[in-house]
């Protein structure tokens, strides 16, 4: 079982950043694949991020170039670096471990960004 908090949302104005963080329990952390998704009212949840155990990296188109996920094994903690934010990316931002067959999600973090 993992358990994931997410902590770091809040209300920024547009061009500014923020950084989520994503803390998560266990030890199996480093074998773990993290991910940040997203859901915006009345839209379905997307993928926003992700990072394996390996290092591989992979982005939705739309955060390209202003989000940078990492990752602290140490720490066992992910991290969601997001910049030049704008108002569509307001949304509850949800931190995710997937391990074989298993998901596991945490409660989200609200990040509204205002014109």
């Known amino acids: 079982q993992v358990q994931l908090v997410e902590s770091g949302g809040g209300l920024v104005q547009a061009g500014g950043s923020l950084r989520l963080s994503c803390a998560a329990s266990?030890?199996?952390?480093?074998?773990?694949?993290m991910g940040w998704y997203r859901q915006a009212p009345g839209k379905q949840r997307e993928l926003v991020a992700t990072?394996?155990?390996?290092?591989?990296?992979n982005y939705a188109d739309s955060v390209k170039g202003r989000f940078t996920i990492s990752r602290d094994n140490a720490k066992n903690t992910v991290y969601l670096q997001m910049n030049s934010l704008k108002p569509e990316d307001t949304a509850v931002y949800y931190c995710?471990?997937?391990?074989?067959?298993?998901?596991?999600w945490g409660k989200g973090t609200l990040v509204t960004v205002s014109s």
């Open positions: 995710n471990a997937h391990f074989t067959r298993m998901d596991y």
């Open positions: 266990g030890s199996i952390f480093r074998l773990l694949t």
């Open positions: 990072i394996t155990s390996g290092y591989d990296i």
